[in-house]
């Protein structure tokens, strides 16, 4: 089932993902949770073999790509968890006297065409959370190989094919496209057979997808995680009791994983007094202290230095203090702009992919509330507060509710918790639709759509939305939520 | 409030919206729920002089304005009850020992636009069920006029202003934009203030903003329900057994508000035999005792005269009988195609908006497959079948579920029920986005997106997610439902 991006085929390879889905569609929700639990085993016996490839391919230290590949598996089970539950098919009936019976619930939308991430090369690629989402919905799945991995990738898919084997499963749920070819991607998304696509990457590939998704004869959706600044704003009272600390949690934020998350905290936001300029003499020395690993790969490590030099030449933006370099390893850096400047010069408000930091300092909270109200929607926005902080600061509190999918108190946005509360899509353009989210079960709704049966015999309904219940699900009966 | 259609004044309208959003959002669900009921009051207490008018406006009988009157007092009140409940926030929280303390809920996206249509004065109109879903999302609405009934509009929206006013919230919730200008609906959409669409109409129409909202710098979700062929696939043995009344209820749903409904059953595929023969048979003597209403307005009839002009040339349809017609009433007619002309003929696939319905003649069940495979998508699909013949044919079952939003089992698709279960948005291109319906409770969740709160205080949390739960709705806690 790996394919050479060749282009004549790809109708073909769609044609075998329709009928993956049919097949997908034919199973029990619980053979499906099953399917999904071998497919986690097969991940989770993989060797050596596999970290060492991506530690090659990635640059990712041993113990990240650990922790990596057990958020792979987790994945998988939990959202097997839920697909077995029930939850998401939203069921729900009504047959008052006299009315007609008509009852709802959630199928998979078709093939899903997913993409893989260079920065997450288990838990976003391959067998990563898009994948898992899309066959816990009942979808099947076109993988097109990110060319920063693809014998990672290769590996990955493999455990895939495998699992399916040991299920019983055809080949056809699982596509798997190699090569680096942009058309062969393009094309896929534009194929009438793909139904869905799941994206992570940067804000140009993410559009170019959604563009062709919206304006194909039959639109889909196309779900895109584009990245984003993650403001941490730091209020007065919270600065003076925590500079030291909120320091050198900030840097080590900054600087995980080399800087190479979504949620790298990207923007600081101060009020400038005597305390913020202490934090900035703390941010200086935590940035000589740290170390940094190897970026992904070359053309992030160029571009990120591209990056700094441009930075460098802008005169608003002022050096705060910065970790050495060479030409192994970047430079973590952070620079302070004005909240003028800083509204004045769109080049600031670009997303650096890597450990670049920007500070911007406003006169009062009223600038920073006004500058704020000018940024772009975000996955995330924290606030560095104390509970005084929040309650003295309502408004600038309501506005950044507008403004993201996940508003952290204190902390630091980085590590993306795999759970059901967690919204990790937030408003464009870091995300195509802030109606969905990329992790946690819920991604499973991306790919879902509701059906209703109205008048159907009970006997030939699905099984879950039979008088029975049979297969306990919880349902909403007559306006009333009914527990199994 | 009104405001006739001046697109320079367009900015200044946004603004109130963006105010009345504020307003909304800050409003607890109980108090919003209240809201909606005092507009359902407002509604219910308007005397003859709205349904005098919409008949003046529209054509329709009393008894169906009647009807649909308290239709639409019926979604705002329902919907109301939902909004109290909670359930559409979806709340979930996620705080095992030793993890970060994650909680989410549903907020509502933004101003909404709402466009008219011709076909339900009230329940798909100014204070209909698109309208009502928004400000059940917490949405504050822009309703944009429809030139078929503009006086009806504005009796409506005037008492929605009262019922702002008798509640005490400003009229900012609610903007109300009369003219017929395609323009500044147009720019509405394209406005950057806007957060989603609402569209009941045509195909051309629904496409034209879908587009805009795609191609604009920041995307919203435009959703267009667009119209359907809404196929009735009458099979072998339900026939044989049926055909009497089954002709009964076809014309009688063929012609109900004189075919000018969404789900008006404008396709009735036979397999051909002699009692498919006796069943035409039994169509033609209904169709020449049936006597229908007049139509909307003199455009609708000039384009349903049109397309029965067309269909008349076309040498591959075969009047199969008609009722009478006169200058003032328009002729409900039926035509019979084989299934290789209608599968040949595109123009034979449009939809006749207006009592006109097409039989799909097919040699067998195999030719009646493969000719429903080449429909695109509908809102609805509907067996005339017993349950033999479901049992008999489970590759068209299959089939037909992933063309439709509603399927049923007998009975006739006009007639949508404003219940939990109701899935009325089809695959396209029925509507735009399969995933969301526009009536029923649900119709709120096209206009949620989710945030999620870490680690916040338990007193500066939203009152729904707090521990106490004190306002007492359902959430996922820790993957498991618990009721209050």
New interface residues.
């Given amino acids: 089932m790996m394919l050479q991006s060749n282009i004549t085929e790809l109708d073909t390879f769609v044609a075998n993902a329709v009928d993956g889905h ?1 097949y997908l ?2 199973l029990s929700r619980h053979d499906r949770a099953e399917l999904m639990y071998t497919i986690a085993s097969h991940i989770e016996a993989l060797g050596e073999e596999l970290i060492l490839t991506a530690q090659e391919e990635t640059n990712l230290p041993q113990a990240r790509l650990n922790g990596e590949k057990a958020r792979t598996i987790h994945q998988w089970r939990l959202y097997a ?2 697909t077995a539950s029930g ?1 998401l098919l ?1 069921a ?3 047959n008052g006297e006299g ?2 019976d ?3 619930y959630n ?1 998979g ?2 093939p899903v065409v997913v993409f893989g991430a260079s920065n997450f090369p288990f838990a976003f690629s391959t067998a990563g959370g898009d994948t898992a989402s899309a066959i816990g919905a009942g979808c099947s799945v076109i993988y097109k190989e990110h060319s920063a991995h693809p014998r990672t990738s290769r590996i990955m898919a493999k455990a895939i094919y495998d699992a399916l084997q040991a299920f019983g499963a055809p080949n056809s749920v699982f596509g798997y496209i190699s090569g680096s070819s942009h058309e062969v991607g393009q094309t896929l998304v534009a194929h009438p057979n793909v139904k869905a696509v799941a994206f992570t990457g940067s804000y140009q590939g993410g559009m170019a997808l ?2 062709i998704g ?2 194909r004869p ?2 889909i ?1 196309v779900f895109a995680e584009m990245g984003s600044l993650n403001p941490v704003i730091a209020l007065p009272a919270y600065v003076i009791a925590n500079k030291e600390n909120f320091a050198k949690e900030y840097i080590a934020s900054l600087t995980l994983g080399c800087g190479q998350f979504c949620t790298n905290p990207g923007l600081l936001f101060l009020v400038k007094n005597e305390d913020s300029e202490h934090l900035k003499q703390f941010l200086k020395e935590e940035l000589a202290a740290v170390s940094v690993n190897h970026m992904l790969h070359a053309g992030i490590r160029k571009s990120y230095d591209a990056a700094i030099q441009l930075l460098n030449a802008t005169k608003e933006a002022t050096v705060v203090g910065q970790s050495s370099a060479d030409s192994e390893f970047p430079s973590a850096i952070v620079y302070t702009v004005s909240a003028e400047d800083f509204v004045a010069n769109k080049q600031l408000q670009e997303e650096v992919f890597g450990p670049c930091g920007i500070i911007v300092e406003c006169d009062s909270i009223n600038q920073m509330e006004e500058t704020i109200a000018t940024l772009g ?1 975000q996955l995330t926005i924290t606030f560095a507060a104390t ?1 005084d902080d ?2 003295a600061n309502s408004s600038l509190i ?1 506005l950044v ?2 403004k ?8 630091m946005p980085t ?1 993306v ?1 795999v ?5 990790h899509g937030g408003i ?2 870091s995300s ?4 969905f ?1 990329s992790v946690g079960p ?1 991604a499973m ?1 991306r790919f ?10 009970d ?2 309904l699905p099984v879950e939305l039979q008088n029975a219940n049979s297969t306990q699900i ?1 349902r ?1 009966e007559n ?1 009333k ?1 009914i ?1 199994p």
Avoid: H
């Fill in positions: 049919k569609q034919k968890d839920v939850v939203d729900r009936i009504d009315k007609n008509i009852r709802k199928v939308l078709g959604f563009k919206a304006n039959e639109p959706p929607g509970k929040v309650q309501e509710k507008d993201c999918g996940r508003l952290l108190f204190n902390g590590g918790e759970v059901y509360a967690m919204q464009f353009p195509t639709d802030s109606r989210t819920d709704k879902l759509r509701p059906i209703s049966f109205q008048n159907w015999p006997d030939l919880e909403i306006n939520r527990l």
